[in-house]
């Protein structure tokens, strides 16, 4: 009996030890893959504020709790089974996927940097997103949502690949973990993001002369500081996208792009201490500078082809012009607030 009750306490380690290690490699994966997907992290959260500007101050937490719920059901009910799905029967396309949203990014961003180079923005653009149509907040709510789904699509199928040799359960608790926590990461500095100057402008009715200076603070510099996240998501998408095309290209066999960046980076590679940061710089600035050229590439091919076809008109005049001034970044400032003297 004593002997029974030790073996079974024997299996019940055992057990333990196998659940302990299929934890660890869940949490490893799902950080190894957040990693990966930074960039379109970066840019989601960039895009996101867009949609609240101009809007009731409060209204903008349900607005976004809204498209937070939005955001997660994308990824979980939509692009995770489909994933998971042809990750089991037709996995040879998941890298035709990744580099077909790899060029997406690429678009997106030199489209950004076009635009930003011309110093050219349509009234449309520049208007908050509230204003932009009679729906008023249940549009905006959906737009934000569809514009997520194309940002969510490149999160998961980043992660996925990431993951591709894990067997399926965990491929699926690891992208399960990844929708949940880079949902709560983005929509919670979202958050923070667009109730800045609310937080400042407060802080400068307070009797202290420190929270006072602090506050003006927080609303003079939330300009610069959107300012910089658009910049950063801009310089990700790119990053991101040319480092997917990239190495896409040398999986499917085109070797020469890969080896011509692996040939820059490995001088900088020997160097004590710094060899491998600087190393990471080439490449990152190679990525770059590929997906630049070859978003700009895909504009010459796109722009002229919404000009021309039927829908891609009502697409540019419509739902694509709110996708658009999304991708544009968030306006310097929500509205217009005067802090205490």
């Not at 204003?131 to 249940?138: I, K, N, S, V």
């Not at 399926?168 to 608790?173: E, G, H, I, Q």
């Not at 610069?224 to 996240?229: E, R, S, Y």
């Not at 896409?248 to 792009?257: K, R, V």
Request: a negative charge; proline letters at 5%; charged letters at 15%.
């Amino acid at each position: 009996m004593s002997g029974g009750l030790v073996a079974l306490l024997d299996d019940v380690a055992a057990l333990a030890r196998i659940a302990a290690a299929s934890v660890d490699d869940v949490a490893a994966g799902a950080a190894k893959a957040g990693a990966k997907a930074a960039g379109v992290v970066i840019d989601d959260a960039a895009v996101t504020p867009q949609y609240v500007s101009g809007a009731d101050p409060s209204r903008e937490l349900p607005m976004i709790k809204k498209i937070f719920w939005g955001s997660l059901r994308n990824k979980l009910l939509i692009i995770l089974p489909a994933l998971l799905l042809v990750s089991a029967f037709v996995p040879g396309i998941i890298p035709f996927i990744l580099m077909l949203g790899g060029t997406y990014l690429c678009y997106e961003g030199a489209e950004k940097v076009w635009h930003k180079l011309r110093g050219h923005h349509s009234a449309e653009e520049d208007a908050p997103a509230v204003d932009r149509g009679p729906g008023a907040e249940a549009k905006v709510v959906k737009g934000a949502i569809t514009t997520d789904f194309i940002l969510s699509c490149e999160i998961m199928v980043i992660a996925m690949n990431e993951v591709a040799t894990e067997s399926l359960w965990v491929r699926a608790l690891i992208l399960v973990v990844v929708a949940f926590v880079i949902t709560i990461a983005v929509y919670g500095a979202v958050a923070l993001i667009v109730k800045m100057d609310d937080v400042g402008l407060h802080l400068t009715t307070k009797d202290s002369a420190g929270s006072q200076r602090f506050g003006e603070l927080l609303v003079k510099g939330m300009p610069a500081v959107l300012t910089a996240i658009t910049l950063v998501g801009t310089i990700a998408m790119l990053w991101v996208g040319g480092h997917i095309m990239l190495q896409g290209a040398h999986d499917l066999g085109w070797h020469a792009p890969y080896d011509l960046v692996h040939a820059l980076e490995t001088p900088f590679a020997g160097i004590p201490v710094v060899g491998g940061f600087l190393a990471w710089l080439v490449n990152t600035l190679c990525s770059a500078v590929l997906g630049i050229a070859w978003g700009l590439a895909v504009m010459a091919v796109v722009h002229p082809l919404m000009k021309v076809l039927p829908f891609g008109k009502e697409k540019g005049g419509h739902e694509q012009g709110d996708v658009r001034a999304a991708a544009a970044g968030p306006q310097p400032t929500k509205r217009n607030v005067d802090p205490a003297p």
